[in-house]
């Protein structure tokens, strides 16, 4: 076991070959404090830790890196900021990660964890996801959530215990498990609540739509500035 800490970061620099694409991912870990065992296969980092790979950025507390398996492991107030190929920001937090460093895919769970996908050139705020359990796949193209689903865009709050969102799309589909996803939407000055068995967004940059199937109830509430009359 070979132990080393300092004042300023400690860098290591690894190659690994993804067998997915036969291509060379070089993988940069650096921290406050440093542990290597296992002849090397097994790095904790402690304090700022931090894991770089291709457009891929982990940081939390506490990072242990398998370099033989390109796996990771991540403890207390862990970021995942990467761009997807399409040159859109992403960003995913959480108090815990497991992430697979090659496949690009992982899990990140506990109280408070989020995913934002930034628009091109920032054009409209973010689409946020909250949720207790985020899982990503496909370069982030692809992430699953469940339990405590909460979805923000522009125009509306989607509520759900689960969501299949689809990055290359934007397309996320709220289905009914336990319970039925339900949307809450504002447009021009009226506000509407509904649910439904299925509750698809479509947030591409240029058409954003709300589709709701199978048995939607709901309610709308519009207001007249000028008589001050609802109903």
Excluded: C
Aim: aromatic residues 12%; proline residues 1%.
């Amino acid at each position: 076991m070979i132990k080393l800490n300092g004042l300023l970061f400690i860098i290591f620099i690894f190659t690994a070959i993804s067998f997915a694409d036969g291509a060379s991912i070089k993988t940069t870990i650096t921290g406050d404090e440093m542990e290597v065992r296992k002849a090397g296969e097994i790095t904790i980092l402690k304090g700022n830790s931090k894991v770089v790979s291709d457009q891929n950025a982990i940081t939390a507390h506490r990072i242990i890196y398998d370099k033989k398996n390109s796996v990771l492991s991540a403890f207390d107030h862990v970021m995942l900021s990467s761009k997807m190929q399409d040159g859109r920001q992403f960003e995913i937090h959480g108090s815990f990660a497991h992430y697979y460093i090659n496949d690009k895919k992982g899990k990140f769970w506990g109280d408070n964890t989020t995913a934002k996908y930034f628009m091109q050139n920032n054009s409209s705020p973010p689409f946020t996801l909250n949720a207790q359990e985020i899982y990503i796949d496909r370069n982030l193209e692809v992430l699953n959530a469940y339990n405590d689903v909460v979805v923000t865009a522009t125009g509306g709050t989607i509520y759900s215990d689960n969501v299949a969102f689809n990055g290359k799309t934007f397309n996320a589909v709220f289905q009914k498990y336990e319970k039925r996803p339900v949307v809450d939407i504002s447009y021009d000055d009226n506000k509407g609540y509904y649910e439904a068995d299925e509750i698809v967004f479509q947030g591409s940059d240029g058409d954003k739509k709300i589709i709701m199937n199978g048995s939607v109830t709901g309610k709308i509430k519009m207001e007249d500035k000028h008589n001050d009359i609802k109903n």
